[in-house]
């Protein structure tokens, strides 16, 4: 069974950083195509963040968060992280973890992904 565990989540003054944790369980990361984070603010769609690619190992971020979001993946640990650095007022919300077994044109697209987290919640204190 798929499953995966976010973790890392809590209340951050504007400009602070956190790291969340994605685990995998049921599966290895690597016979996924690719596994995202992404963001839903309250009353908004999900909107994607980051999204590691497994057989090219590439990584795409959204355009607000380069440079300031690094999404990493350990595979010995089943486990993908996003070091979120410099975080804004505007990026509150749940954040989530999900995959896709096979290819995807749009990798940032929630849509496009299979399996989901729970979430876990960031709060940004301006």
């Known amino acids: 069974q798929v499953q995966l565990v976010e973790s890392g989540g809590g209340l951050v003054q504007a400009g602070g950083s956190l790291r969340l944790s994605c685990v995998a369980n049921?599966?290895?990361?690597?016979?996924?195509?690719?596994i995202g984070w992404f963001r839903q603010a309250p009353g908004k769609e999900r909107a994607g963040v980051a999204s590691?690619?497994?057989?090219?190992?590439?990584?795409f971020y959204a355009a607000p968060v380069r440079g300031r979001f690094t999404m990493s993946v350990d595979e010995k640990k089943n486990t993908v992280y996003l070091d979120m650095n410099d975080l804004k007022p505007e990026e509150p919300g749940g954040y989530y973890c999900?995959?896709?077994?096979?290819?995807?044109?749009?990798?940032?697209?929630?849509?496009?992904?299979?399996?989901w987290g729970q979430g876990t919640q960031v709060t940004v204190a301006s």
């Open positions: 049921g599966f290895a990361l690597q016979d996924h195509y690719a």
């Open positions: 999900a995959t896709v077994t096979s290819y995807v044109l749009h990798v940032l697209l929630a849509s496009e992904y299979h399996f």
């Open positions: 590691f690619i497994d057989n090219t190992e590439e990584t």
